[in-house]
């Protein structure tokens, strides 16, 4: 069990004991998706039921029992991928750090469930985002997720659906997200390896010269984590011109051809 600030909640596997709160869980999943303006993959109470039988399931509740929030595991492409899907918070409750509690204990139980499973998401929310990024995800593009259509049919009963459909699923108003245990494995191995060598002379930074003389230095991938101002500022962007280029194509050709050049030009240059 995991304990918040607030030692009144607490994060923990969901167990069948807790399969009452199913309706409200999805109740409230509906009515945060209509105040957004966003949607998400529709679930019953009998779904999220099961997946607290089958111990995929994170809950939050007060020592009294309340309900305070809840995120479910679910397989995809033959268990090559996981998502952790349904993040939910009460509201009374949010603004506490819940989500992130939530986050870090369903991101605990797909690691101990799938252990060689590429964890993804698709989100809207910088919050979210955050937090997946302190968890060691990545942006990556679409393509690099789950093709199994039965996740993508999830995304019908969003309102951003068609946006979807006319990026050939290539891309959304989403963010996708990916942690890759291989890749993670492999960044660890390195980082242990430059520790290793961290007393060694010989281990200096690398000094390469071009053949016209000029001194270059190796390049460092640039953390995402580090970087997260500038990828909001694209992320407005990003939702300015999709959400622009839909209405163009409802009310016609709009601003001309200068206009629509230069739209071309954003879209190949970032999209």
Known sequence: MTRLENP????????????????????EMEASAKARGTGIAKRSPEYVQHKMEEGKAVIALTDKGEWVGFCYVEAWG??????????????????HGVAKA????????????????????????????????????EPVTYSELTDDEEFWKGCRSC?????????????????????????????????????????????????????NGTIQHPQRKRKFSNNFKLFERWL??????????GKEKEGGSGGGAAAASKKRFFLFNFL
Do not use: W
């Open 236 to 245: 407005r962007f990003k939702r300015f011109v999709l959400l622009k280029s």
């Open 102 to 137: 939530i986050k870090h204990k369903v991101f605990q139980l797909s690691r101990e469930k799938y252990p060689d499973a590429k964890i993804f998401g698709l989100t809207t929310g910088l919050a979210v985002m955050k937090i997946n990024s302190e968890l060691g995800y």
């Open 8 to 27: 009144n909640i607490i994060v923990r596997v969901a167990t069948v004991d807790d399969q009452h709160y199913g309706k409200t869980i999805t109740d």
């Open 159 to 211: 309102v951003n659906f068609d946006v979807l459909t006319s990026k050939n699923r290539k891309n959304c108003l989403c963010t996708a997200m990916l942690y890759d245990p291989v890749e993670k494995a492999k960044e660890a191995e390195e980082k242990a390896k430059r520790e290793a060598e961290h007393y060694n002379v010989a281990s200096q930074p690398q000094v390469m010269v071009a053949a």
């Open 78 to 95: 033959h268990e090559k991928f996981v998502a952790n899907s349904g993040l939910i918070v009460n509201p009374a409750f949010r603004g």
